[in-house]
Nanobody, 127 residues
Framework: VQLQASGGGLVQPGGSLRLSCVTS????????IGWFRQAPGKEREGVSS????????YYADSVKGRFTISRDNAKNTVFLQMDSLKPEDTAVYYC?????????????????????WGQGTQVTVSS
């Protein structure tokens, strides 16, 4: 399984970005896809996740109401729409895939639950 994240950039506070995570390889093995972020000097934190067919979505409290995760399985892509961005959203954003939990991932926003990771995409929110 391979994951390719893209869509990061520089945006002003209050602006929007849409991140994409394209998956390839053994697609049928992928269950939940998660987005994580890591700011300089901080630990990696879970941002959002979506189950195999999009029925279950999860968000960190810090992004609820501002970020929306969606999944287009026909295009093997998961999106993270980020609105009302704040300077504290500045970080490298990563997408990750779980191929283990067919029945649903126990802790969707914990990085140790995911076994495949893509490279990061930088998001900078600054005026």
């Amino acid at each position: 399984v391979q994951l390719q994240a893209s869509g990061g950039g520089l945006v002003q506070p209050g602006g929007s970005l849409r991140l994409s995570c394209v998956t390839s390889g053994t697609i049928f093995a992928i269950n939940t896809i998660g987005w994580f972020r890591q700011a300089p000097g901080k630990e990696r934190e879970g941002v959002s996740s979506i189950s195999n067919h999009g029925g279950n979505t999860y968000y960190a409290d810090s992004v609820k109401g501002r970020f929306t995760i969606s999944r287009d399985n026909a295009k093997n892509t998961v999106f993270l729409q980020m609105d009302s961005l704040k300077p504290e959203d500045t970080a490298v954003y990563y997408c990750a895939a779980d191929t283990v939990y067919k029945g649903g991932i126990p802790f969707p926003l914990e990085s140790y639950e995911y076994d495949y990771w893509g490279q990061g995409t930088q998001v900078t929110v600054s005026s």
